[in-house]
């Protein structure tokens, strides 16, 4: 059965950082890619980024880039997504997935209807 289960969310400052994390269990060998996505408010699932976990290649959205780094653990089966120079817009609940979907179809629109695999998400909030 697989499991990914998330932590690391919480309120913080514009400018601010944090560190998500997502301990995965069970997923099999075809299972190659896990990440984020995330729910604004009123707003559909979107793709944050997404790894390899085959050979640690990395994609990530245009709105995150230079700002949001993910990067796996191998040996704790854990993906993390560093965020920084956070912005108010980047208040969502942050969700982990894994899919044998390749990492370049996550982002297309309506790509989160496509993955297999969920957390149940953590709720990051960005508010002075």
């Known amino acids: 059965q697989v499991q990914l289960v998330e932590s690391g969310g919480g309120l913080v400052q514009p400018g601010g950082s944090l560190r998500l994390s997502c301990v995965a269990s069970g997923l099999s060998f075809d299972d190659q890619y896990i990440g984020w996505f995330r729910r604004a408010p009123g707003k559909e699932r979107e793709g944050v980024s997404c790894i390899s976990r085959d050979d640690g290649r990395t994609w990530s959205a245009d709105s995150v880039k230079g700002r949001f780094a993910i990067s796996g653990d191998k040996s704790k089966n854990t993906v993390y997504l560093e965020m920084n120079s956070l912005k108010p817009e980047d208040t969502a609940v942050y969700y982990c997935?894994?899919?044998?979907?390749?990492?370049?179809?996550?982002?297309?629109?309506?790509?989160?209807?496509?993955?297999?695999?969920w957390g149940k998400g953590t709720l990051v909030t960005v508010s002075s």
């Open positions: 997935a894994a899919d044998s979907l390749a990492c370049s179809m996550w982002f297309r629109d309506h790509g989160a209807d496509l993955m297999d695999y």
